[in-house]
């Protein structure tokens, strides 16, 4: 089985930045794709960024476009999430996902709380 541990949330003020890190473990570890997803208090779950393992190709939501960067080591088993110019929207727990044949694995999340 597959785990995904979240690093790097934390308090941090509106236009700071903040890298978020997902290390994987538990064995063979070949995902088609990995990202993040945030969620924020009553809300539901959204999408972030995406990166592919093995072309790193990226994707990323429209509200974070320009100011987050997704990037992955395939050496470490490890994908990144670096955030700048947050914004207090961008508040939530961030979570770590890995897509693999089978299912998708979550990360336990990270917070992030971004003051005003």
């Known amino acids: 089985q597959v785990q995904l541990v979240e690093s790097g949330g934390g308090l941090v003020q509106a236009g700071g930045s903040l890298r978020l890190s997902c290390a994987a473990s538990?064995?063979?570890?070949?995902?088609?794709?990995m990202g993040w997803f945030r969620q924020a208090p009553g809300k539901e779950r959204d999408f972030v960024a995406t990166i592919t393992w093995s072309g790193g190709g990226t994707n990323y939501a429209d509200s974070v476009k320009g100011r987050f960067t997704i990037s992955r080591d395939n050496a470490k088993n490890t994908v990144y999430l670096q955030m700048t110019s947050l914004k207090p929207e961008d508040t939530a727990v961030y979570y770590c996902n890995a897509r693999v044949p089978a299912r998708d694995y979550w990360g336990q999340g990270t917070q992030v709380t971004v003051s005003s």
């Open positions: 538990g064995g063979t570890f070949r995902p088609y794709r």
